[in-house]
């Protein structure tokens, strides 16, 4: 298995559509196959282990992921928000190799990684430059075809590192090639659909939306820096059908939308999104503001090749017509497991599987599960399991709630709590904006309840009262023994709360 | 007669078929299409074979064909004439609800 074998059925059935655009610069799937050949040729020079690419995204981005497949080297994207400092210890990892980047990047990091000897180097080229050159005329493609080994490694992404060092998680030929063909239909896209992606590269949707789009012979427009006047004018222009996002730009995009007088997104037809939490009342608006769009929220990670649960159209329309509550609780799930995926909801301290409707752990089960990181070997267990480390449930239903990271929870005198749970009871407080409840050293209990909030504008809902809100609704010990009023939380660019950022500025307070 | 090994390619030796095994069986069974058993990709198809009428209903591509017990799995990575069969009994193509996109 090997991604280059769904990029050549793409080339070989509809070569001369566009697969990728940039601005006014486009490549047919022929074009795409042909760059990925002969960057391969150049890739292949029997020093060269591992390819990385430090840039927005760009049409030298599909050429990366599929060349260095062909030439059976591990791509890995990295973050361009990262120190150099970050980026020193993230290289060492990827040696001996090759960083492509921006021309001032190249021109500050070429020198000092240069400087290495033997097996310890990485050469350093622009963008521009791997383009131009797998673009050239009369480059000639690899001669030896693609390996076939499901083992290999396709892709290394480094996790975000909202706990801690970054560490690169490991995606296999045959995690994204079985993730491919389970969730995507071959060639079902229609010839004039054409997806928005502003997902960074170095975020697994990213990658993820790369292979998925070839798969089904969608165009996808590439829109490297997000502004919601941007993705709105570019989404009209392009009659764009379809779109990922996270909610932090859906959030902008609902703001900006309500302000014009029509609003209207007629071409969209489907809208996914993911990434992180979706507050209700912003999809809520969001599918008010698009009545002709269908929504679907997918849930993955890193280590599982991206998509493994979704709510998708139906449900969220049936979620939103509903006098249930159980069932209209459902728009703020993230649906339920794709066909070719299991999971089971594990209790924190024995792991044995919980009933319906009980919290826990969430395992994942599935050829597209990789759950493995460089140098620590797969995490999976002896039956193929691997542990989330989210927090969940499944309803009776069989949809999947998620409680956010179990590394965030707070234990309290020997009481397990979800933060999740405690900032879903402060938002619905009509003067709450944000929230994000963390625990706080406490000599008593180990743990104590700290919540940080955004209040509305003309809203100032006292401490006590916030207190007593959260008392009214959940136990007395998940009611926060300190409050503290912030302008706005921290979150990085794909919209997850840094909840470190908060623990530390709260600690630094005492 | 080629190895099913899952990932590797494979070709009919009697059509224009190509084929990548998604699941091999545990067990040897013998891989046909247009009913001449499936050769390497790379492998020289043997002359003057043909597609035997009762192995005639095609191949499409990015299908996926399995039997009944779904422990085979064959996709087509390149369509043909000639249809495939495991063991002598006919693969069907697996029936896939298509998922909403999600990236």
Not at chain 1, 346 to 351: A, F, L, M, W
Not at chain 1, 377 to 404: P, V
Not at chain 1, 484 to 503: A, Q
Request: negative net charge.
């Amino acid at each position: 298995m090997n991604l280059m074998m769904l990029l050549e059925m793409a080339a070989g059935a509809y070569g001369d559509r566009v697969a990728f655009q940039n601005g006014s610069e486009s490549l047919t799937y022929q074009e795409l196959f042909d760059a990925a050949g002969a960057l391969a040729a150049d890739l292949s020079d029997g020093r060269t282990q591992h390819l990385a690419m430090l840039d927005e995204s760009s049409l030298a981005l599909p050429v990366a992921v599929f060349g260095a497949s062909w030439a059976g080297v591990p791509f890995a994207p990295l973050n361009y928000r990262l120190t150099d400092p970050e980026l020193d210890s993230l290289l060492d990892q990827l040696q001996p190799g090759r960083l492509v980047t921006d021309e001032e990047r190249a021109g500050r990091l070429g020198a000092r990684v240069d400087a290495n000897e033997g097996d310890h180097y990485v050469s350093v080229s622009t963008t521009d430059d791997l383009l131009s050159g797998a673009r050239a005329d009369g480059a000639s493609l690899r001669e030896e075809p693609w390996s076939t080994e499901m083992e290999d490694t396709a892709i290394l992404l480094f996790t975000s590192g909202t706990t801690g060092a970054p560490k690169a998680a490991v995606l296999r030929q045959k995690h994204l090639v079985s993730y491919v063909l389970g969730s995507v239909e071959f060639m079902g896209a229609d010839e004039n659909d054409a997806s928005l992606s502003c997902v960074p590269p170095y975020h697994i949707a990213g990658m993820a939306g790369i292979v998925s789009a070839v798969y089904s012979g969608r165009r996808v427009i590439q829109l490297p820096k997000f502004t919601a006047e941007d993705w709105i004018a570019t989404a009209r222009e392009q009659n764009v059908s379809h779109a990922m996002v996270v909610p932090t730009m859906l959030s902008r995009i609902v703001d900006v939308l309500e302000e014009e007088k029509d609003a209207g997104m007629p071409n969209l037809r489907n809208l996914a999104y993911g990434g992180g939490k979706m507050p209700q009342s912003v999809i809520e608006k969001a599918m008010e503001l698009f009545p002709d769009t269908s929504f679907t929220n997918a849930y993955g990670l890193t280590e599982t090749s991206s998509t493994i649960s979704l709510l998708g159209p139906d449900d969220h329309r049936e979620a939103m017509a509903s006098a249930d509550e159980a069932v209209r609780r459902r728009l703020v799930s993230v649906g339920q497991p794709l066909p070719t995926i299991e999971v089971s909801i594990r209790d924190v301290d024995t792991e044995e599987p919980v009933a319906a409707g009980e919290r826990g752990l969430i395992f994942v089960r599935g050829e597209q599960v990789s759950g493995e990181y460089r140098g620590k070997g797969s995490l999976l267990d002896a039956e193929g399991w691997f542990n989330t480390r989210d927090g969940g449930y499944l309803d009776e239903g069989g949809y999947l709630f998620l409680e956010g990271r179990m590394d965030d929870v707070i234990v309290r005198g020997g009481e397990n709590m979800s933060p999740g749970e405690i900032e879903d009871v402060l938002l619905t407080h009509v003067g709450i904006q944000d929230a994000c409840v963390i625990g706080i050293p406490d000599e008593q209990w180990g743990e104590a309840v700290a919540a940080v909030v955004v209040t509305r504008k003309d809203a100032a809902p006292s401490a006590a009262e916030l207190q007593q809100w959260v008392k009214d609704r959940l136990r007395s010990s998940r009611t926060p023994e300190r409050v503290e009023f912030w302008e706005e939380l921290p979150y990085n660019e794909t919209g997850k709360l840094l909840r470190r950022e908060v623990r530390e500025a709260l600690r630094d307070d005492d | 007669m080629a190895v099913l090994k899952a990932g590797s390619r494979l070709k009919s030796a009697v059509c224009s078929s190509e084929l990548m095994v998604v699941v091999a069986p545990a067990e040897d069974v013998t891989l046909t299409c247009g009913g001449a058993p499936v050769i390497e990709l790379g492998a020289d198809a043997p002359a003057g074979g043909e597609v035997d009428a009762d192995h005639k209903n095609g191949t499409q591509m990015g299908k996926r064909y399995t039997n009944e017990a779904g422990d085979i799995e064959i996709l087509c990575t390149k369509p043909g004439e000639g249809s495939l069969a495991s063991g002598g009994t006919a693969l069907e193509i697996k029936g896939a609800k298509p998922l909403p996109s999600s990236d």
